[in-house]
Structure formats: C-alpha cells, structure tokens
C-alpha cells in the first residue's frame, strides 16, 4: 500500500487504499486508481473512508488494470464525481486480513526503526512510495529525509515484530 499527503505517522490505524483519480460518465461515477491486491477487490473491505473520516460505500463497475470505474452510495452526478477528485480512501488497518508468515503490508513498515548493517540507528521509515520504477522508502532523520530503493539489496532485513529494519544501500546513496 502506498502512503500519500496524508502523513501515515500520524495515522498507522489506517492503510490507503485507492485514490479517486477523476469522474467517469455522467451518472456519478468515478475513477479510482486502487492499491489493493487485486484492484477490484477494493470496495470488499467495507466502507472506506476518506482523510477527515467521511464514509465512501464502493460498487465497483468495471475497470482495468490498476483503475476501478465505481459508483459511491452518495454521488449522484458528473460535478460531484469530479469534486472528489484527488481524495484518498482508507480502510481501517483491521479491515484486512492478517499478512502472512514472512509477509507484511507496507503500511506495517511505517514507523520502524531503520537500522545500518552494523546496528547504527539511522533514522524512522515515513512512508513507501512507488514513483514507477519500484518501491522506495522514506526515512526520516534529524537533518532531512532519505529515499532508500525498497530492494533486498538495500534492506536485506525487515523484521516487523521487531520493530525495524536493516539498510545496505548502494555506495554512495547516503553521502550528502
């Protein structure tokens, strides 16, 4: 799951789930560029809600690939569809089933300590970002936050119920 404007420090109970990307057709339907598992799959954690808490109930129409077409309980034409445009949607983080053995969402990475290979604290993992060209994490520090690639190269170990995890970025990654 990807973190966006909302900062998902301040809100770890929540995971987002899709954002509405724009409004489709003339009835009050809209596009939403889910992050769930299985894009379609989004409107079957329950209702989700949006970064102030108002309830969106989700029939999904259709779509492809990582866009859902979905109508919202409340939204009747085009000019509300398209005043949504840009809102995040959450789920409760109990509204999803328990990651596997070995498993983890990313939402469970926020908020561990990121360490070096050799113990040193280095900073707080902030988020997980995906520009396009893979996961990255955010660590926040004192003097600014670090993009890290979110590879096993880079961190070879995650351990959630530990409460961190392991950097070995690329030489020259953390220079400044």
């Known amino acids: 799951m990807k ?24 009835r009050g339907h809209v596009r939403i560029k889910s992050f769930a598992a299985a894009p379609k799959d989004i409107a079957s954690y329950g209702p989700l809600a949006d970064a102030r808490g108002r309830a969106y109930k989700l029939t999904v129409k259709g779509g492809a690939d990582d866009i859902v077409i979905a109508a919202i309980d409340w939204v009747t034409d085009r000019d509300q569809a398209e005043a949504l445009k840009g809102t995040d949607l959450f789920v409760p983080r109990d509204a999803l089933p328990a990651a596997e053995d070995g498993a983890f969402y990313h939402a469970d990475l926020v908020g561990l300590e990121a360490r070096l290979t ?18 990255s994490l955010e660590i926040a520090r004192a003097d600014g936050d670090v993009m890290v690639p979110f590879t096993s190269a880079a961190v070879p170990v995650v351990d959630v119920a530990g409460g961190f995890i392991v950097l070995d970025p690329p030489k020259g990654l953390l220079d400044k």
């Open 3 to 26: 973190q966006r404007r909302l900062d998902p420090m301040t809100r770890p109970d929540r995971v987002l789930m899709g954002a509405i990307i724009g409004a489709h057709g003339v």
């Open 118 to 135: 050799d113990g040193t604290v280095f900073g707080t993992v902030r988020a997980v970002h995906d520009f396009g060209a893979g996961d």
